[in-house]
């Protein structure tokens, strides 16, 4: 209890900081009101807690601030109930939970969100509204879930995004009005943001009004061009990827003259793009100078002179004149020329030969591979499917890397410019032929799920792999693609695989478990998304 002396020498309001010295120095240096010798530490006390009283209550309530606006109507139906439970579960796991390299015959449930998310989403159903914080943290967290989870949770995503700052890359990722930005038909606001506007809402505008109307966007960038930074500048150009047309070319022709070596070569990529521009019309012209047909010899063969110096022009227009360490000057100039220059203008050059032709034919003093790794940087960049038929070879043939493709990347990257049915019939092929060894990152570029014959080349290369008593820690990234993307209706297919095999003398020790385990798991997770679906498409509750 204070005592009445106490409360009568209370210090009044502002006198707090009094206290708090006296507290620091000590009563036997500095008494306080009220007090002496020995009830000095008391008496201070006893004026503390009268001051911290009447500063409390002497608080006046702040205004009320405005309570946030209600949140956005989502017109899309609910999910049903079992679908709903479903997607709790999905969002209440949490990565890295699997003890150690063996996971058991659970499945891993972290790796099934992004295919209901895709599913829930064709379907058009809308979040529950109190599945969205776990939704939104789930996209923090992994930024491959965004554009699903984004899409998914709708409208109502923006508005807790501007409620709670760790939501904010919604609001960054968003194109239409829900991020702020202003339509692009509003000439005066945009113009004004681009002027103004922190460096993100101007890259964040530059896209989505790229996306509407690519000229507007063209002619704003230009307008400041001149002066903005050099790292601002890159971001801004790499923005014209999106809708890159003929159009864009003058703008790009004079960014081959920036002051900054990365805006000029990002310039001459996306030229080089364009098979119709003037810069693909030169480096054509070039690299004809290096390859050429060589009629003299018995058999045609082509025969390479690589360049001998990287001149002005060619640095203008995008040749990086310092090769790597470790790689020949001549052959990395080379490399960069015909990869620049239009696939469509060697048939004209080579004899009227189609790119297959061309492909097949010998190349002297061995820079085959240096010609046609570039071919295959070429018909990436220019989305030519023909030119990637031809490089990418039969899927069965003696030489496993493909007639062109040097490595495994430029394998993938010539896939992804073929249509999906005929991507999965080649890896399906490769796969019967080569096994799953180099398989991984190829069957990466495959729609999901995988077409029938693609996934019953996976499974039987896996029996196989099983069979021969191989090694079975080496397929497991195979195994957990298949369980992502194999068809749900292979499940019943799968069960002659569960028993546990006998061993061969040469096995790995529990190789056999192993596997069994790992196919048991793998028709599990296949009838789980079986499952998955089947709820998506339940009956909606009345």
Same mark, same amino acid.
């Not at 609910?78 to 390299?101: D, F, W």
């Not at 692009?184 to 964040?204: M, N, Y």
């Not at 996306?211 to 790292?231: K, N």
């Given at each position: 209890?204070?005592?009445?002396?106490?409360?009568?020498?209370?210090?009044?309001?502002?006198?707090?900081?009094?206290?708090?010295?006296?507290?620091?120095?000590?009563?036997?240096?500095?008494?306080?009101?009220?007090? #002496?010798?020995?009830? *000095?530490?008391?008496? /201070? +006390? =006893? %004026? $503390?807690?009268?001051?911290?009283?009447? !500063?409390? @209550?002497? &608080?006046?309530?702040?205004?009320?601030?405005?309570?946030?606006?209600?949140?956005?109507?989502?017109?899309?139906?609910?999910?049903?109930?079992?679908?709903?439970?479903?997607?709790?579960?999905?969002?209440?796991?949490?990565?890295?939970?699997?003890?150690?390299?063996?996971?058991?015959?659970?499945?891993?449930?972290?790796?099934?969100?992004?295919?209901?998310?895709?599913?829930?989403?064709?379907?058009?159903?809308? #979040?529950?509204?109190? *599945?969205?914080?776990? /939704? +939104? =943290? %789930? $996209?923090?967290?992994?930024?491959?879930? !965004?554009? @699903?989870? &984004?899409?998914?949770?709708?409208?109502?995503?923006?508005?807790?995004?501007?409620?709670?700052?760790?939501?904010?890359?919604?609001?960054?990722?968003?194109?239409?009005?829900?991020?702020?930005?202003?339509?692009?038909?509003?000439?005066?606001?945009?113009?004004?943001?681009?002027?103004?506007?922190?460096?993100?809402?101007?890259?964040?505008?530059?896209?989505?009004?790229?996306?509407?109307?690519?000229?507007?966007?063209?002619?704003?960038? *230009?307008?400041?061009?001149?002066?903005?930074? $050099?790292?601002?500048?890159?971001?801004?150009?790499?923005?014209?990827?999106?809708?890159?047309?003929?159009?864009?070319?003058?703008?790009?022709?004079?960014?081959?003259?920036?002051?900054?070596?990365?805006?000029?070569?990002?310039?001459?990529?996306?030229?080089?793009?364009?098979?119709?521009?003037?810069?693909?019309?030169?480096?054509?012209?070039?690299?004809?100078?290096?390859?050429?047909?060589?009629?003299?010899?018995?058999?045609?063969?082509?025969?390479?002179?690589?360049?001998?110096?990287?001149?002005?022009?060619?640095?203008?227009?995008?040749?990086? $004149?310092?090769?790597?360490?470790?790689?020949?000057?001549?052959?990395?100039?080379?490399?960069?020329?015909?990869?620049?220059?239009?696939?469509?203008?060697?048939?004209?050059?080579?004899?009227?030969?189609?790119?297959?032709?061309?492909?097949?034919?010998?190349?002297?003093?061995?820079?085959?591979?240096?010609?046609?790794?570039?071919?295959?940087?070429?018909?990436?960049?220019?989305?030519?499917?023909?030119?990637?038929?031809?490089?990418?070879?039969?899927?069965?043939?003696?030489?496993?890397?493909?007639?062109?493709?040097?490595?495994?990347?430029?394998?993938?990257?010539?896939?992804?410019?073929?249509?999906?049915?005929?991507?999965?019939?080649?890896?399906?092929?490769?796969?019967?032929?080569?096994?799953?060894?180099?398989?991984?990152?190829?069957?990466?570029?495959?729609?999901?799920?995988?077409?029938?014959?693609?996934?019953?080349?996976?499974?039987?290369?896996?029996?196989?792999?099983?069979?021969?008593?191989?090694?079975?820690?080496?397929?497991?990234?195979?195994?957990?693609?298949?369980?992502?993307?194999?068809?749900?209706?292979?499940?019943?297919?799968?069960?002659?695989?569960?028993?546990?095999?006998?061993?061969?003398?040469?096995?790995?020790?529990?190789?056999?478990?192993?596997?069994?385990?790992?196919?048991?798991?793998?028709?599990?997770?296949?009838?789980?998304?079986?499952?998955?679906?089947?709820?998506?498409?339940?009956?909606?509750?009345?």
């Amino acid at each position: 209890m204070i005592r009445t002396s106490a409360l009568e020498e209370a210090p009044a309001s502002g006198a707090w900081e009094e206290l708090v010295t006296t507290a620091l120095l000590g009563t036997d240096r500095r008494a306080p009101r009220g007090g #002496a010798g020995g009830e *000095a530490p008391a008496a /201070l +006390l =006893d %004026a $503390a807690a009268l001051a911290a009283v009447r !500063r409390r @209550a002497g &608080l006046l309530p702040a205004p009320a601030a405005a309570g946030p606006a209600p949140a956005p109507a989502d017109p899309r139906p609910s999910l049903p109930a079992a679908a709903a439970r479903r997607l709790a579960m999905l969002l209440a796991e949490r990565p890295g939970t699997g003890a150690g390299g063996r996971r058991g015959m659970a499945p891993d449930l972290v790796e099934l969100l992004p295919q209901w998310l895709a599913a829930a989403n064709a379907r058009g159903f809308a #979040a529950p509204p109190q *599945a969205l914080p776990a /939704l +939104l =943290d %789930a $996209a923090r967290g992994r930024s491959d879930l !965004r554009p @699903a989870a &984004l899409a998914f949770a709708g409208p109502r995503a923006l508005w807790l995004a501007r409620l709670n700052g760790d939501w904010r890359f919604a609001l960054r990722a968003a194109t239409d009005g829900g991020s702020g930005l202003p339509g692009p038909e509003d000439a005066e606001a945009v113009r004004q943001l681009w002027e103004e506007g922190l460096f993100a809402e101007r890259v964040a505008l530059l896209t989505a009004v790229r996306a509407h109307r690519p000229a507007a966007a063209r002619e704003l960038l *230009a307008a400041t061009w001149p002066a903005e930074r $050099a790292e601002d500048r890159l971001m801004f150009l790499d923005s014209l990827r999106s809708g890159l047309g003929p159009d864009d070319e003058a703008f790009l022709e004079q960014a081959l003259s920036d002051r900054s070596r990365n805006v000029r070569a990002t310039a001459a990529e996306l030229l080089s793009a364009l098979p119709g521009s003037a810069l693909a019309a030169r480096m054509a012209d070039r690299a004809g100078v290096c390859v050429a047909l060589d009629r003299t010899l018995p058999e045609p063969a082509l025969v390479v002179e690589a360049p001998h110096e990287c001149d002005a022009g060619m640095e203008r227009d995008g040749v990086a $004149a310092k090769a790597p360490a470790g790689r020949g000057e001549r052959s990395w100039w080379l490399g960069q020329l015909v990869e620049a220059a239009p696939l469509r203008s060697w048939p004209a050059r080579l004899g009227g030969r189609t790119p297959r032709e061309i492909v097949a034919l010998p190349v002297a003093d061995d820079w085959r591979a240096e010609l046609h790794a570039a071919w295959c940087r070429a018909a990436v960049r220019q989305r030519d499917a023909e030119w990637a038929r031809a490089l990418l070879g039969a899927p069965a043939a003696r030489d496993a890397n493909g007639p062109g493709a040097v490595s495994l990347a430029e394998r993938a990257g010539l896939l992804g410019t073929l249509d999906s049915a005929e991507r999965a019939d080649w890896v399906a092929g490769f796969i019967a032929a080569h096994g799953l060894s180099e398989a991984f990152q190829l069957l990466g570029v495959c729609a999901v799920p995988w077409t029938a014959p693609l996934g019953r080349a996976v499974v039987d290369a896996l029996n196989i792999a099983r069979d021969a008593g191989s090694y079975p820690w080496s397929f497991s990234g195979v195994m957990g693609l298949a369980e992502r993307c194999l068809d749900p209706a292979e499940a019943n297919r799968l069960d002659g695989l569960l028993a546990v095999p006998e061993e061969p003398e040469d096995a790995s020790p529990g190789a056999g478990g192993y596997w069994s385990e790992a196919f048991q798991r793998l028709v599990t997770t296949l009838r789980l998304r079986s499952a998955m679906l089947e709820e998506l498409d339940a009956a909606p509750p009345g």
